[in-house]
């Protein structure tokens, strides 16, 4: 079995497409905050900015994408796209609730 064999599968996708958002929040909230993780995200919510929030951190995975798309692991690629869509999903419920 082949090293791409292996990792062409729409599980790799999917986390990575769902823990890569989680570590683009925890680096804007380095970078962009000095305070407590709490006050940032407060600071988002008075703002009425958590789907923004949410829609930033997924930007990634448009990297994650292509890289996958030019390894020709395209298993791995739907796996980020469904991941996407999930997030897409709890951006628009947390929008509108």
Do not use: C, H
């Amino acid at each position: 079995m082949k090293i791409a064999e292996k990792y062409d599968r729409l599980v790799i996708g999917l986390a990575g497409g769902l823990l890569l958002p989680v570590v683009a929040f925890f680096v804007s909230w380095l970078i962009l905050s000095d305070g407590p993780l709490s006050q940032y995200i407060e600071r988002f919510q008075r703002l009425n900015r958590i789907s923004s929030l949410i829609s930033l951190s997924a930007l990634p995975n448009l990297l994650l994408f292509f890289l996958f798309l030019w390894k020709n692991l395209y298993r791995s690629a739907r796996g980020v796209i469904f991941a996407t869509l999930i997030l897409a999903f709890v951006m628009l419920i947390v929008k509108f609730l």
